[in-house]
């Protein structure tokens, strides 16, 4: 009776043990869940370039300040050019930034995982082809069998392309010296190349200070750049990818309406005089809207793109627009 008796108390022992531990596990773990569910958000976006909304937007803090109801924090990080930029993004270090249409056209053909999401402009006076002001280049012809640098899979090297098919030439006509922004900078001040396709700031800052003369195209050609969310963040949170669209037009917005102060904050980033920042500002004017103008440009790109063999098949550009988040954000204001 007394080995039963203790048999018994045993087991209501070891009972009420297991109880009282599932009941802490059971704690720890509902606690664990609400500590990941209050962890912030966070964000990461990419400047490419210095000279963009973004920049403004950050110097500003109007990304925090929108993100933070959403319990969102960012990590910025800064790229040269759109390849790159990429690459951080395939391998999930970028959520949220912009192309140029050669990333962005090479981005798609490879079904890298992000979404269309907006554009950056119409890109009527970004890139141009540079050649020195005591050059005996003086026109688009005159490249053939000249060292040309640019940055290879850059909205350099399809305008370097459209602008050679324009004059009866190709790529092969010319040496491409594959060099990003700034080594390219230093190739071109000690005539190291003879030409250099390149957007802005480098192309009007090289002009003003006397280094260089533009080469006029036979036609126009619009570079218009993109804006893009990573696939997984953008399901994940689409609210944020909206708050994203809304800061990114306000200080496009703004930079528009304060053309000396935008300058300003943009001299500060790049070393560039204002004077020279502020002609770049007035001559291209940010839309985030896409335009049949600039739809109709990305296709001409692509179809370029194919030509000269950097992507193998042409594709539907405005099939791979993902209107949703630019018609959420703005339907809500």
């Not at 008796?5 to 109880?19: C, D, M, P, Q, T």
């Not at 798609?108 to 009527?124: M, N, R, Y």
């Not at 739809?295 to 098949?313: H, P, R």
């Amino acid at each position: 009776m007394k080995r039963h008796r203790k048999s018994l108390i045993g087991s209501v022992f070891i009972f009420l043990l297991a109880i009282i531990l599932t009941g802490c596990s059971t704690g720890a773990s509902s606690s664990t869940q609400k500590s990941k569910k209050d962890d912030p958000i966070v964000v990461k976006i990419a400047l490419n370039g210095k000279m963009n909304p973004l920049t403004i937007g950050r110097e500003k803090g109007w990304f925090e300040e929108e993100f933070a109801p959403l319990n969102a924090e960012i990590e910025w990080s800064e790229f040269t050019s759109g390849p790159p930029l990429l690459e951080s993004l395939a391998a999930n270090h970028v959520d949220l930034s912009f192309l140029g249409d050669g990333a962005l056209i090479a981005g798609l053909d490879k079904k890298l995982p992000f979404e269309v999401i907006a554009q950056t402009s119409d890109g009527k006076s970004n890139v141009r082809i540079l050649t020195h002001n005591d050059s005996s280049i003086n026109s688009i012809e005159d490249l053939k069998g000249k060292k040309v640098g640019v940055a290879s899979g850059t909205t350099g090297q399809v305008y370097l392309a459209k602008a050679l098919k324009f004059h009866g030439l190709t790529l092969d006509d010319v040496k491409i010296i594959n060099l990003q922004p700034d080594d390219a900078q230093s190739a071109f001040e000690t005539k190291q190349l003879d030409a250099w396709a390149v957007w802005e700031p480098y192309k009007t800052n090289n002009v003003d200070k006397g280094i260089a003369k533009e080469l006029k195209v036979d036609g126009e050609i619009l570079a218009p750049g993109a804006i893009i969310a990573r696939t997984g963040f953008a399901e994940e949170h689409p609210e944020v990818v909206e708050a994203y669209l809304r800061v990114y037009k306000k200080a496009a917005d703004w930079r528009i309406e304060h053309p000396d102060e935008a300058a300003e904050i943009y001299s500060e980033a790049t070393k560039i005089p204002v004077e020279t920042i502020k002609k770049i500002i007035v001559a291209d004017e940010p839309n985030i809207f896409f335009s049949k103008e600039s739809i109709k440009a990305q296709q001409e790109s692509i179809e370029t793109l194919v030509q000269v063999g950097y992507i193998k098949n042409e594709f539907n550009f405005e099939e791979r627009i993902n209107y949703k988040y630019i018609d959420e954000a703005f339907s809500k204001k």
